[in-house]
């Protein structure tokens, strides 16, 4: 019996190292892909640029495109044609250059001379990058850039994957599945999993392979092996020994529980703000909107989302400096109303956007409190976001601030699904997510408020939460009026 319980807690080890171990390379693969395609299309907008204003110039002839491409290391060739597929650049082409424009010019349509834009294409073992531009004489020429691999590998995988790796080894693969790039040989590694790298390599993916012999399974297997020799030898103790293992186990995989939700809700946060900021400006940058109002709305959405974006990070940033003991606050006297009119602006897009009746009570004269401005508007924003989070058909928010037994009262409520009482005491601590059925759907990272207590007793002050299910909550930060000595 003992023997089939030991067995039982050894493989839920295993399977929980491995699981983990899955869902952390599926997150550094995807960071990996995005980060490649970024690097990437950035560098392709800045080429793209600078062909344009060759072609629009009054010296975009032959030797200025000739002198452009020896500038260039990441485009092997470089091809002009007009609208009748006739060879504008270079004047001389191989047999092999002419099978590739048969083939590339088959693959444009009509509509993309006059649409204009890029495409990305994959001919035999090139990667050519397609885009139409407008001549000096408002003629379009379509380019083709055939990527140097080489430079591809040096210029972009290298600076942009290199730094990604540790035990693991990232590569790029091709759409043949051949390894363009690893940092060493994969031929001996076991593939863990793959990621596409999007629109700018077509089929390309970047693969994440770990050594033989380092899997999290195998690596717990040695480890069992290594127990159950030591538990032989120590048969004496043997029940001691199961008692110890089995607790071992089960702290180990509520740790891993625990470290997976977290990385899994950072993630899911992360990546709402970026969707929203990349829809926008992609929309920016193919013209797509008509008015410069719309434009200006377009910008401060990006701007604001950035800085949501930005809160998130420093919210995983502070906690960690807060495990480490290294978190400092620079307390000083601070405006009030200011702090908390800026900390709201950065969230009116989503408030107006999900329809929020908000009410800010400030009275005009509250002096200056001693705090650290930035901390505090952090602490407000946490609140405000979770506000936003847990309201549910009701959408109504109120912020006031006011002075009482000489502390700063810096209050946000709202009219969402409440806390229930035996839980309230809870909601502070790190990591913790109530069960209710009604917040599953609502991600979060479960350190915002653990936060919020941290910098309210950091400054001398507390964090209090009034709530009741259904009718809404209401959080309030106390700052003292005199600092600290």
Request: proline residues 5%; glycine residues 8%; without cysteine.
């Amino acid at each position: 019996m003992l023997a089939v319980l030991g067995s039982l807690s050894l493989r839920q080890w295993e399977s929980s190292a491995e699981l983990l171990f899955r869902e952390q390379a599926r997150d550094m693969a995807s960071m990996a892909a995005e980060k490649v395609s970024m690097v990437l299309l950035r560098t392709e907008d800045d080429i793209l640029g600078r062909i344009q204003a060759i072609l629009g110039g009054s010296d975009g002839g032959p030797g200025t495109l000739g002198q452009f491409l020896a500038e260039a290391p990441l485009i092997r060739r470089l091809y002009l044609f007009d609208r009748r597929g006739r060879l504008l650049f270079p004047s001389a082409s191989t047999a092999e250059d002419r099978g590739l424009f048969a083939g590339l010019l088959a693959e444009i349509p009509q509509s993309f001379w006059e649409r204009g834009g890029r495409r990305h294409l994959i001919w035999g073992d090139q990667v050519v990058l397609a885009a139409v531009f407008k001549t000096r004489g408002g003629a379009p020429a379509l380019a083709a850039l055939a990527l140097d691999l080489d430079a591809l590998r040096r210029e972009i995988f290298e600076p942009t994957l290199g730094r990604l790796e540790g035990p693991t080894v990232l590569a790029v693969i091709d759409h043949r599945d051949r390894a363009v790039y690893s940092r060493e040989p994969v031929d001996q590694a076991e593939r863990v999993i793959t990621t596409p790298l999007g629109a700018e390599l077509p089929a390309w993916r970047v693969a994440l392979y770990q050594p033989r012999g380092a899997s999290p399974r195998q690596a717990v297997r040695r480890q069992t092996t290594i127990f159950m020799v030591a538990f032989g030898l120590l048969l004496v103790v043997i029940v001691a020994g199961l008692v110890a293992t089995y607790r071992l186990v089960q702290r180990e995989t509520e740790m891993a529980r625990l470290k997976a939700d977290f990385v899994a809700n950072v993630s899911h946060d992360l990546k709402t703000p970026l969707s929203l900021i990349r829809m926008f400006g992609e929309t920016l940058e193919m013209g797509r909107v008509p008015d410069e109002r719309t434009r200006r709305e377009y910008y401060r959405v990006i701007t604001r989302e950035s800085e949501r974006l930005s809160r998130l990070i420093d919210n995983v940033l502070d906690f960690s400096r807060i495990e480490g003991g290294r978190r400092l606050y620079d307390i000083v006297p601070t405006a009030v109303e200011p702090l908390v009119r800026d900390t709201l602006e950065a969230f009116s897009y989503p408030l107006s956007q999900q329809g929020f009746k908000v009410e800010v009570a400030v009275p005009p004269d509250l002096p200056d409190v001693p705090m650290d401005a930035e901390a505090v508007s952090q602490a407000l924003a946490n609140l405000v976001d979770n506000a936003i989070k847990y309201s549910a058909e009701r959408k109504s928010l109120r912020v006031d601030a006011r002075i009482r037994d000489d502390h700063l009262a810096l209050s946000v409520a709202d009219e969402g699904i409440g806390i229930p009482p035996e839980e309230q005491g809870r909601v502070f601590e790190k990591f913790y997510r109530a069960g209710r059925s009604e917040i599953q759907g609502r991600r979060g990272s479960g350190v915002g408020l653990a936060l919020v207590r941290h910098i309210a007793e950091a400054h001398g002050g507390r964090v209090t939460v009034e709530s009741r299910p259904g009718e809404g909550s209401r959080f309030t930060l106390w700052l003292p009026l005199a600092s600290r000595a």
